[in-house]
């Protein structure tokens, strides 16, 4: 960003700083934006971010200006007659979100959102600017096995999506505490967790291992996100057991790779699994390949 200052300069990319939502087709550093959730930029160069609490998908175009994408005024699930539940979807501007929290993008380039409150992984195509309904439809647990697309098929605050470069796609359903796969195939099936909240399995298959990506009993601010490396490997930021864990598909095995268990500051300069961290919720890979925890 030329008007950041160079490498080495913290600046304010987008938003005023003010919670609020005025209108699109605003320079980003004018534009209000409320709680933004995540910020990812598109194979074609163009960021998208999550405004949560303005309950909008926008884009960022390449004159500067956001353009709402998906989303609306209203809070809800979908469009009026639901169109989004069939192909070839509604016009994304007409589907009301209840906090998206999480995006990433199919190989040919589909955005994917994590609608959190919808539970439901939504799929908008930025050539049509249609949104349909790839995973979900109320709250609930998907069994092994089922299409994505079939109504049973259900997620549970679904935080956080991530897709291997084969189009496989993963899902943190956050209050169940499990990690879903979705084949190419459409096939839904779990590779972590076994439905309880706890802090247990490292070094052992990951479908018996047990996480606290959300409290059970609460709202709370999401955490519980994934992202891949480029060996294919799953990486959790496990909230609320304060660690970093790593899951490999070709084994099953999870590890836990930073962070103790117990909250806190410490362990620069060390081994990553010696260090603490308080509340870990998000996670990515850098260009370098080293992963990047807040």
């Not at 309904?133 to 069994?143: E, H, L, N, T």
């Not at 549970?156 to 505490?177: F, H, I, L």
């Not at 994934?226 to 799953?234: E, F």
Request: aromatic share 6%; glycine share 14%.
């Amino acid at each position: 960003d030329t008007a950041c200052g160079g490498p080495g300069t913290i600046c304010r990319w987008a938003g005023t700083g003010e919670p609020a939502f005025v209108r699109d087709g605003i320079d980003r550093r004018e534009s209000p934006l409320n709680w933004p959730m995540d910020l990812s930029f598109a194979p074609d160069g163009r960021a998208y971010v999550l405004d949560w609490n303005n309950h909008r998908v926008r884009r960022v175009n390449l004159d500067d200006r956001f353009e709402t994408v998906v989303g609306n005024e209203l809070v809800g699930d979908g469009p009026p007659d639901l169109g989004d539940l069939v192909p070839p979807g509604s016009p994304g501007r007409d589907v009301e979100l209840n906090h998206p929290t999480d995006i990433d993008f199919l190989p040919d380039g589909r955005v994917l959102v994590a609608a959190w409150h919808n539970h439901k992984i939504r799929v908008l195509d930025p050539a049509t600017g249609l949104v349909t309904v790839m995973m979900g439809r109320g709250p609930g647990s998907a069994p092994e096995g089922i299409l994505a697309s079939k109504p049973e098929a259900l997620l549970n605050q679904p935080k956080s999506v991530a897709v291997d470069p084969a189009g496989v796609v993963y899902v943190t359903d956050s209050r169940t505490q499990k990690i879903r796969r979705i084949g190419t195939d459409g096939i839904v099936s779990t590779v972590a967790g076994t439905g309880v909240v706890g802090f247990s399995g490292d070094g052992g298959p990951a479908r018996e291992a047990t996480f606290s990506m959300q409290h059970a009993n609460e709202n709370p601010e999401p955490g519980g996100n994934i992202a891949i490396d480029r060996q294919g490997r799953l990486f959790l930021a496990d909230t609320y057991n304060h660690c970093v864990r790593m899951i490999d598909p070709a084994t099953g095995i999870v590890t836990r790779i930073a962070g103790t268990g117990t909250p806190g500051l410490s362990g620069d300069g060390g081994p990553a699994s010696s260090a603490q961290l308080g509340g870990p919720r998000d996670l990515e890979f850098g260009p370098d390949g080293r992963l990047y925890i807040a």
